[in-house]
């Protein structure tokens, strides 16, 4: 909890950074009087943070009527709730909103600064209590703190990336990914989306069996200023282990061009709609791919036990962290793994500089009958290559959180953020 009477240093710029420009807040005030929502509306127009929705002027609210019928639908992200006109009415109206609307921050506003008063708000569920005269810096500051936790809390309900780039052509990227991406959706019944970057010969959607669509992932990266949920579905293909995808182009169409920030929208909106996102990207340094990995949560580079493949590990890690790409996000897993190879694992890792994350053996006959029969669930009992991705699966599935549940704060950890 938050008052004028604790004198906190106002940090402007780090206030604003928290709450992303693009979307203000929205407010809805509750009785102010009139010099303060004359502040409110002064605030309002000068920063783009938050965005006035409702004005109300009596605490009328009847056990009947829906607070969303009252305060708006959707919920405004914040409710600035006066208290001088009537203290009790506005602690009943605080704790519907909490009870009804329990993602809407509260702010109690008031000229009385007794901690009674204080305590009383508090315990109907506000979360700041600001003094009159309203100070706007007082009041950015507690609307950064809703912006930064809308924002903690659309972070933790975002997919994790997954990108994997051969080493060189042909190191089995789209087997692996196809593969997995059928397990996580099928075995562990998570919402995975995977995209297939590919500008040509992009095989994803041939390696799960899916070969009739009309769209592809660039057309839908050129029209990110129109996408929304209906937009998404038509270019997605559903695989019948769960799997959705969005292949690259047939391959007989000149190379597209993504509009700048075109890559980094995209992957801002599937996120929010699936648990993971797995991506094939072609092998290379290019510009594009860069900016695909800068969004990712990992980056998988898929290598076999060749000399000029180990020898493109290096290069590639070394340009990524040259690039700010952490160390630990780049992750090397050695595919067609044989346990008596000429080269051995300790001179790979000594070669690359650095562990191999995962190994995937090898088992060519089963890897061609699973992609030519377009379902990798199927073999899962018969193919060391699939038992084995199964356990990756498994262990990205945990590490998400199946069923955990984040401790809860508690009103007062809330406070005393
Ligand atoms: N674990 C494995 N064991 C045996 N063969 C494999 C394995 N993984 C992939 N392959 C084989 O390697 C070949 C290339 O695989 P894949 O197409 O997945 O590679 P890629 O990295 O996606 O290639 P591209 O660079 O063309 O996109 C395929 O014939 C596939 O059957
Ligand atoms: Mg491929």
Not at 7 to 24: C, D, L, T, V
Not at 56 to 69: A, G, I, K, P
Not at 141 to 167: L, M, P, T, W, Y
Not at 179 to 197: E, H, I, P
Request: proline share 5%; aromatic share 6%; net charge neutral.
């Amino acid at each position: 909890m938050s008052s004028m009477t604790s004198k906190e240093p106002f940090q402007a710029s780090s206030s604003r950074e928290s709450i992303s420009p693009g979307e203000p807040l929205s407010l809805a005030s509750i009785c102010l009087d009139k010099e303060t929502w004359g502040i409110l509306k002064l605030f309002a127009d000068s920063t783009p943070v938050v965005r006035l929705q409702k004005h109300l002027s009596d605490y009328r609210l009847d056990d009947h009527e829906s607070v969303l019928e009252w305060v708006g639908d959707p919920a405004p992200d914040i409710c600035l709730l006066d208290f001088d006109g009537d203290r009790r009415s506005a602690a009943m109206v605080a704790e519907r909103i909490h009870a009804d609307a329990p993602d809407t921050a509260i702010f109690a506003v008031s000229s009385q600064s007794q901690p009674d008063f204080i305590i009383q708000a508090m315990r109907s569920g506000c979360s700041e209590y600001l003094l009159k005269p309203l100070d706007p810096e007082q009041l950015l500051n507690a609307v950064a703190r809703v912006g930064g936790r809308r924002r903690e809390k659309k972070d933790s309900d975002r997919a994790q990336v997954f990108a994997f780039i051969g080493a060189k052509g042909g190191c089995g990227v789209t087997t692996l990914v196809t593969q997995m991406g059928a397990l996580l959706a099928s075995t562990y019944g998570r919402k995975v989306l995977l995209l297939d970057l590919h500008h040509d010969f992009g095989d994803a959607a041939l390696y799960l069996g899916l070969t009739k669509y009309r769209y592809h992932f660039f057309e839908l990266a050129e029209n990110t200023d129109r996408l929304d949920a209906d937009l998404l579905q038509s270019f997605v293909l559903h695989h019948s282990s769960g799997l959705d995808l969005i292949p690259a182009p047939h391959g007989t169409e000149p190379t597209h061009q993504t509009p700048p920030g075109a890559l980094a929208h995209t992957l801002d909106f599937v996120r929010s709609r699936y648990e993971f996102i797995l991506v094939d990207l072609p092998p290379g340094l290019r510009d594009e791919n860069l900016e695909l990995i800068r969004h990712c949560d990992q980056v998988n580079v898929v290598t076999v036990a060749e000399v000029s493949a180990l020898r493109n590990v290096v290069r590639q890690t070394d340009y990524l962290t040259r690039k700010h790409i952490g160390a630990e996000r780049i992750k090397v897993v050695l595919n067609r793994h044989q346990k008596r190879a000429l080269i051995t694992e300790a001179q790979i890792e000594k070669s690359i500089g650095q562990k191999i994350f995962w190994k995937v053996p090898n088992q060519y006959v089963h890897v061609v009958k699973t992609i030519s029969g377009g379902d990798p669930v199927s073999q899962v009992s018969t193919s060391d290559v699939a038992k084995n991705l199964q356990d990756w699966a498994a262990a990205i599935g945990k590490k998400a959180g199946v069923g955990e549940k984040k401790e809860g704060r508690g009103l007062l950890g809330f406070w005393n953020r």
